[in-house]
Structure formats: structure tokens, C-alpha cells
């Protein structure tokens, strides 16, 4: 089985609300990686494709400050806001 999301923290403030959101995303039993580092969103994107993920969340300040994860669908799927503790 391949990876389902990759999850990515945008800063380091960020870390633990990423981990913990990659954590519940796999409790459905699917597949998940964490990037806590500091990359870039197109380098991860580029990872997330290469790695067959069907989605890359994104976790940033601004993100984090209103409650809401960045959720880029791959494969030409768009991209939304989702509630961060949904």
C-alpha cells in the first residue's frame, strides 16, 4: 500500500499540531509521512507525487492561527481548507 497523505508542518511552532494530525490520519489504517522540516511546498509536492500520495496537507501559521489545514488534492484533484481538529 502506498503512501495516502503526506503531511507537512510549515514551521516549527507547527510540529506538534502536524504530528498530531498525521497521527489521526492514520488511525484509518492508511498510510501517512511527516515532513517537519523546512522544505518548500513545491518540493513536497514533488515528493508527495513521486512517493504516490493522493494528498499533501500543508500546516502554516496562518493556517494554524484560523484552525484550518491546506489540503491539496493530487492529480489534479484542487485544493480546500478542512478544520484542522475536524
Known sequence: RGVAD???ALGGAQRPAAA???TRLG???DARELVLGDARPKRVLED???AGA???LFLGPD???RGVVR???LGGGGE???PLDA
Open 6 to 8: 503526506l503531511v507537512c
Open 20 to 22: 498530531r494530525l498525521a
Open 27 to 29: 488511525a484509518g489504517g
Open 48 to 50: 508527495a507525487s513521486r
Open 54 to 56: 493522493r494528498r499533501a
Open 63 to 65: 493556517e494554524a492561527a
Open 71 to 73: 489540503v491539496r488534492e
Open 80 to 82: 480546500r481548507e478542512e
